[in-house]
């Protein structure tokens, strides 16, 4: 089993920065994909980032490539979202998530390689 903590979500105006913080507990951490997804209210859930093991693989979604960078520091188990040019829509709850399979460019990004979960932040970026 995997424990998983979000922080560091909040209140933003658009065009700041956040840095959202995922501390995971339990089985070793290091050999773990992690992922990055977010839900936006009557909407589904869409990844936005994900990072091999080793953090040298790494996968963006359009909409936040070039503004978001994860990533993680295997001996503090604890893996980042740093968002910078917060938009409106950037607004939703960010889950971070474990996947015990190994990196796959195809699946990673997909919510259904994801066996663990935390229980979210919010992130609101006003207008």
């Known amino acids: 089993q995997v424990q998983l903590v979000e922080s560091g979500g909040g209140l933003v105006q658009a065009g700041g920065s956040l840095r959202l913080s995922c501390s995971a507990s339990?089985?070793?951490?290091?050999?773990?994909?992690m992922g990055w997804f977010r839900q936006a209210p009557g909407k589904e859930r869409e990844s936005v980032a994900a990072?091999?093991?080793?953090?040298?693989?790494?996968y963006y979604s359009d909409s936040v490539k070039g503004r978001f960078t994860i990533s993680r520091d295997n001996a503090k188990n604890t893996a980042y979202l740093q968002m910078n040019s917060l938009k409106p829509e950037d607004t939703a709850v960010y889950y971070c998530?474990?996947?015990?399979?190994?990196?796959?460019?195809?699946?990673?990004?997909?919510?259904?390689?994801?066996?663990?979960w935390g229980q979210g932040t919010q992130v609101t970026v006003s207008s």
């Open positions: 990072i091999s093991w080793s953090g040298d693989r790494t």
């Open positions: 998530a474990v996947s015990s399979n190994g990196w796959s460019t195809y699946d990673s990004p997909r919510k259904t390689a994801y066996a663990y």
């Open positions: 339990g089985r070793t951490f290091s050999r773990y994909v």
